[in-house]
């Protein structure tokens, strides 16, 4: 008799957008129809149901002794670094006998990075790429490793397709935001800029980005604005996942922790070395409470 092999847990960020957390559902779904052979589930750090922990009890009620957790994030800030392996190290000790491996975040990958250039493209329709400007908008993280990830991913998507220049910016908890974004392309000497949102799924920061930027745009006639959609459920997208989970399965974790604020002493950050990583407890779960982590500012 073969051993099964391990299940795939997909780990979500969660967004109050209902359209957004469907994505994600769907996203889900879908992969687990392509891959019959797998037992697949999903679930989310906060915001959306259902909670990562459910994800793995339902996994366990399927007979699940062993799977890898593949987080659905682009860049390695605190959700993919603290929270998800806090939390799956609790669901380890409401579930003995259960075993699992951690995949890394997903991007960049030429795969990803492929994509976005489809995007820019449908985007820029028949502006010249040599006349257009990106900028690139994460979603912003008070870690500043996980910043420098969005700066990598604009440098390799400028590199050798000919674009003007690819900027970046930030939604939320990071500068530049949008507009100085924007402002600085234009003192770049840009005339055509493509606004490119760095996320896998529509939700509240991807419809900001394009609020923001059309918000700017009717303040400044005399540089052409464009707005890219999100990356979405590509087949780039199942094949990077799936490539996620098999270097979890086979031991392949190359998680860079090089400037990791959490090890190393990086200026302003100090005092974050060493910092146990705690559970960052889903609202929906279960003996929990709530009023404990109210002052959990998150703005997503």
């Known amino acids: 008799m073969t051993t099964p092999a391990p299940a795939l847990l997909i780990a979500g960020h969660g967004t109050?957008?209902?359209?957004?957390?469907?994505?994600?559902?769907?996203?889900?779904?879908?992969?687990?129809?392509?891959?019959?052979?797998?037992?697949?589930?999903?679930?989310?750090?906060?915001?959306?149901?259902?909670?990562?922990?459910?994800?793995?009890?339902?996994?366990?009620?399927?007979?699940?002794?062993?799977?890898?957790?593949?987080?659905?994030?682009?860049?390695?800030?605190?959700?993919?670094?603290?929270?998800?392996?806090?939390?799956?190290?609790?669901?380890?000790?409401?579930?003995?006998?259960?075993?699992?491996?951690?995949?890394?975040?997903?991007?960049?990958?030429?795969?990803?990075?492929?994509?976005?250039?489809?995007?820019?493209?449908e985007a820029r329709g028949d502006w010249e790429r040599s006349d257009v400007t990106v900028l690139l908008v994460g979603r912003g993280s008070t870690d500043p490793d996980a910043n420098a990830e969005v700066h990598k991913a604009a440098r390799l998507l400028w590199e050798g397709r000919g674009y003007a220049g690819v900027e970046t910016a930030f939604v939320s908890l990071a500068a530049p935001d949008v507009l100085s974004g924007l402002d600085r392309c234009v003192r770049l000497g840009a005339a055509k800029v493509v606004v490119l949102p760095y996320f896998l799924f529509t939700g509240i920061l991807p419809d900001r980005v394009l609020a923001q930027t059309g918000e700017w745009d009717a303040a400044h006639p005399a540089t052409e604005v464009r707005s890219a959609a999100v990356i979405g459920p590509t087949e780039e997208l199942m094949d990077l996942v799936m490539e996620r989970y098999r270097e979890a399965v086979g031991g392949d974790l190359r998680m860079n922790c090089d400037s990791c604020v959490y090890r190393i002493a990086l200026p302003g950050f100090e005092d974050k070395v060493g910092l146990p990583q705690q559970p960052h407890f889903h609202p929906d779960d279960e003996g929990h409470d709530h009023h404990h982590h109210g002052s959990h500012a998150h703005t997503h």
């Not at 994600?24 to 922990?53: C, K, Q, T």
């Not at 800030?77 to 609790?90: C, E, V, W």
């Open 16 to 121: 109050r957008d209902e359209a957004g957390a469907d994505a994600f559902r769907d996203f889900v779904r879908e992969l687990g129809a392509r891959h019959p052979e797998l037992v697949v589930g999903g679930g989310f750090i906060e915001l959306s149901p259902p909670p990562l922990g459910d994800a793995v009890t339902e996994l366990v009620e399927q007979g699940v002794k062993r799977f890898a957790a593949v987080p659905l994030m682009l860049v390695s800030a605190g959700h993919a670094k603290g929270d998800i392996p806090a939390a799956l190290a609790r669901e380890k000790e409401r579930h003995p006998g259960i075993s699992y491996t951690y995949g890394r975040p997903l991007g960049p990958h030429p795969g990803l990075l492929s994509v976005l250039e489809r995007r820019i493209d």
